[in-house]
């Protein structure tokens, strides 16, 4: 019987443990370029180039990806370029934009940018 209840325990903490929900940090837009974030879908390519300390928080469940990174200044206009302008999801201080299914919040005097994957 204890055998049955220690192999019932080991059975539940190894399906608890079981997660799809991954947090990747890249120090740059290259490294992130070389570890496929774009090819896999997890972040588009409209980023600027001088997108650094991008923060990646995925969920292969539910196919969700939030996080974010800082950029130059000289990127900011090409990168608002491939946005449309969202008003109604402002948070706070930082301004809402879209592309596709991204929702971008952008922090215009910090050059920060959070973002999500929307469904």
């Known amino acids: 019987m204890k055998t049955l209840y220690l192999y019932i325990t080991l059975l539940t903490l190894s399906v608890s443990s079981c997660s799809d929900k991954t947090k990747s940090e890249y120090s740059d837009y290259a490294e992130a370029e070389d570890s496929e974030l774009f090819d896999r879908g997890w972040l588009p390519l409209i980023i600027p180039k001088s997108s650094e300390q991008i923060r990646v928080n995925n969920d292969l469940d539910s ?6 990174f800082v950029y130059g200044n000289y990127d900011l206009k090409e990168f608002i370029g491939h946005l449309k302008r969202a008003p109604k999801l402002d948070i706070d201080s930082h301004e809402a ?17 959070k973002y999500s994957l929307a469904k």
């Open 63 to 68: 196919n969700t990806s939030t996080g974010s």
């Open 97 to 113: 934009h879209t592309y596709k299914n991204w929702i971008f919040h952008l922090h215009v005097a910090k050059l920060r940018c």
